[in-house]
């Protein structure tokens, strides 16, 4: 399986319901693309106090990489990732990812 996790450091003035819309029209993704399995969201809870700067974040889980290269090519979700670009401070440079393996490749 492969996880994709996203974290966001949005612009202050970002309303908790406008990024939750956002991350609906992506969990809604689920139907459309067969290989996303599941996805998860929410506010960062930073109980560590090491990432106050991401505001929130998801988790999106694929049966594998072709599932995933699916859902980045699928028109909502460049909508909707190009709506949390302009949500972001500094654009994409306020959107940290990372792609994880688990389990067998």
Known sequence: ????????HFKPEIQDSD???VMEQLASLRKEVEGLIDFQYGANLDY?????NYTAGFIATFVDRQAHLEYE?????IKAGNRLVEMCVGGHHGILVFDLQ???P
Do not use: F, I, N, R
């Open 1 to 8: 399986m492969l996880q994709h996790c996203v974290y966001l």
């Open 19 to 21: 990024w939750t819309s």
């Open 48 to 52: 560590e106090q090491k990432s106050a």
């Open 73 to 77: 090519a699928h028109p909502d979700h």
């Open 102 to 104: 688990s389990g067998p």
